[in-house]
């Protein structure tokens, strides 16, 4: 079992940048591809970035491309987004997750079923 704690969340105003972590704990995430989720109030959970194993891939949706960066610590047991360009629609609670099933080295998930482990998400509000 995974326990994922994210922090970096609050408040900032439109065209800023905030940055994102997610520790792991209970065992080691340098096996598992990482993803980062967002859900907005009356939206369903979608899809924010992901990364493979080692780093080597990444998968972003079109949304946020150009403007976010995924990267991992596996030496730290951590994963960060970098979140540049920020606009009101980015508002949304920010959630990480962690899959367990095998897969290639390089294999980025980027469905919400492909995840086994999720934290308790951060919020992340943008102002006008």
């Known amino acids: 079992q995974v326990q994922l704690v994210e922090s970096g969340g609050g408040l900032v105003q439109a065209g800023g940048s905030l940055r994102l972590s997610c520790v792991a704990s209970g065992r080691t995430i340098s096996r598992y591809p990482m993803g980062w989720f967002r859900q907005a109030p009356g939206k369903e959970r979608e899809f924010v970035a992901g990364i493979s194993v080692t780093g080597g891939s990444t998968s972003y949706a079109d949304s946020v491309k150009g403007r976010f960066t995924i990267s991992r610590d596996n030496a730290k047991n951590t994963v960060y987004v970098q979140m540049d360009s920020l606009k009101p629609e980015d508002t949304a609670v920010y959630y990480c997750?962690?899959?367990?099933?095998?897969?290639?080295?390089?294999?980025?998930?980027?469905?919400?079923?492909?995840?086994?482990?999720w934290g308790q998400g951060t919020q992340v509000t943008v102002s006008s």
């Open positions: 997750a962690a899959d367990r099933r095998f897969g290639t080295s390089s294999y980025v998930p980027r469905l919400l079923n492909e995840y086994d482990y």
